[in-house]
């Protein structure tokens, strides 16, 4: 009996290293496709739960990294990368380094490992372990680095999460990945904000979210008016809501901050930076030029 090209032994075989709350959910995605896993953690146990579901588990990185050509690594930071990898042999292998990291490292670690006569890709997970191997969930993958890689295993790839490939620069996963979790902070300082200006009164948080949740929605699109305006150059093109009244108007937000007894220390740095703006004699733009304004001069900390 010959194998078809969707038969379970026909899927391509892979090693994971690393068993935490992602590793594990990759695993079980790849396990539930079909594909043949082994899988190494340095804390055995965690591995070991992966066996019960039909994973292979291998006693040292090592080992796990001879198995099998396709090795995903996701590992808490860069440092547990270099010391899970420090005595596998790379020679020949495909490594798909799915643990978060800044460009920088992900530049070196692609380096290292093509020094090491190994092809690599980094990625970036957006997604947390329950929407991974749940193709409705919207997760997906930032990749970067070998494209020839990110070709040959992009079906294997897309079994987890969504695959988004960036571009052959190594460091571009990560950049995109951490570019998109920086908005989210900021998303969040403004969203616990405003819970805490509603917290002592008689508003429920669970009827204050939908609103809450609608007016970001509704905000969101303006992204693409800033991105016209930074390719343009031309920030007096489609102004929305002029800097000089948005600066008065975060002194509205300032008093009533004070008066609901909340400290404003999540916003006045994005205050801030508006009124230098202003101070520029830039009032009449849209916000859009404080994006420049963070932008350090070369040599500077
Ligand atoms: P966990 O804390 O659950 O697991 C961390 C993993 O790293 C474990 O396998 C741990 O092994 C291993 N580890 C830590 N230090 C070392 C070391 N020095 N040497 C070898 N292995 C080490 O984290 P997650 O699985 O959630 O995260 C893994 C990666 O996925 C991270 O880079 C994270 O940023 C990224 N990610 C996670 C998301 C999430 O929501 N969980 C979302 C998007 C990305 P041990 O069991 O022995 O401690």
């Known amino acids: 009996m010959t194998d078809n090209a969707s ?3 026909s899927r391509t075989p892979l090693t994971v290293l690393g068993a935490g709350a992602m590793g594990s959910a990759l695993v079980r995605a790849w396990l539930a496709a079909g ?7 340095r804390t055995p146990a965690r591995a070991e739960a992966l066996a019960a579901e039909g994973a292979a588990v291998a006693r040292s990185a090592a ?4 198995a099998n050509r396709l090795v995903i690594v996701c590992l808490l930071d860069d440092a547990s990368v270099g010391s899970a990898l420090e005595t596998a042999d790379l020679t020949g292998r495909d490594i798909v380094d799915l643990t978060t990291g800044t460009p920088a490292e992900g530049r070196t670690r692609a380096a290292w490992a093509e020094a090491c006569g ?3 890709l980094d990625g970036g997970i957006m997604a947390v372990p329950p929407m991974i191997g749940s193709p409705d969930s919207g997760a997906y993958v930032f990749y970067s680095g070998s494209s020839a890689l990110f070709e040959e295993h992009r079906d294997t790839l897309a ?4 695959t988004t490939y960036v571009g052959t620069d190594p460091g571009f996963a990560a950049l995109h990945d951490v570019a998109l979790l920086s908005a989210m902070s900021g ?3 403004g ?3 405003a819970f805490a200006l509603v917290r002592h009164e008689d508003i429920a948080p669970k009827d204050f979210a939908p609103l809450l949740e609608g007016w970001l929605k509704a905000m969101a699109g303006l992204v693409h008016n800033a991105a016209d305006q930074l390719e343009s150059g031309d920030f007096h093109r489609n102004v929305v809501s002029n800097a000089a009244m948005q600066a008065t108007g975060n002194g509205t937000l300032l008093r009533t901050a004070e008066e609901q007894g909340v400290s404003a220390e999540l916003l006045t740095p994005y205050m801030v930076l508006m009124d230098r703006l202003v101070a520029a004699g830039r009032g009449d733009e849209d916000t859009t030029g404080m994006v420049d304004l963070l932008l350090k001069a070369p040599g500077t900390n």
Request: hydrophobic letters at 55%; a positive charge; proline letters at 11%.
């Open 7 to 9: 038969s379970p032994r």
């Open 35 to 41: 594909h043949p896993v082994t899988v190494w953690n």
């Open 63 to 66: 080992e796990a990294v001879a």
């Open 118 to 120: 190994a092809r690599f």
């Open 159 to 162: 079994v987890p999460a969504g």
């Open 187 to 189: 998303m969040f300082a």
């Open 191 to 193: 969203v616990f904000h």
